[in-house]
């Protein structure tokens, strides 16, 4: 299990049951914010797009080669990312190259991976 995942792990353990210490009431609009940012991250398409930023940014060409996809359907995949900011693009020359914004889409991917690999795993047993 990763760093990230375990501290997160350890912050719900530690959390007063029915107490959160880190969630805030949000107003309307931060909620619609988070909304959007979750329904981006609803498409396999899009959490595949993401998990090949764990080696490197890379182009639209080579993100739709490694996922098998067209490079338009890349694209628009992509460009729900960026709006949803859990990516973010530059240019290279005539190449756009895209990588992730920060470090909360690998952590939350971390997590959410975590756990569902260990939920299967005790399945299994």
């Not at 299990?1 to 609009?29: F, L, T």
């Not at 959007?36 to 595949?48: G, T």
């Amino acid at each position: 299990m990763s760093r990230v995942v375990e501290q997160c792990y350890e912050r719900a353990r530690m959390a007063k049951p029915g107490v959160s210490s880190e969630i805030r009431p949000m107003s309307p609009q931060l909620m619609q914010t988070v909304a959007e940012r979750f329904k981006a991250l609803s498409d396999p398409n899009r959490l595949q797009l993401l998990q090949l930023f764990a080696a490197r940014d890379q182009s639209v060409n080579e993100l739709a080669e490694a996922a098998g996809l067209t490079v338009a359907n890349t694209s628009k995949h992509l460009a729900i990312l960026c709006k949803a900011r859990l990516i973010k693009r530059r240019k290279d020359g005539t190449r756009v190259i895209y990588a992730l914004d920060g470090l909360l889409p690998r952590q939350l991917c971390e997590l959410v991976c975590s756990d569902v690999r260990e939920r299967a795993e005790h399945q299994l047993d």
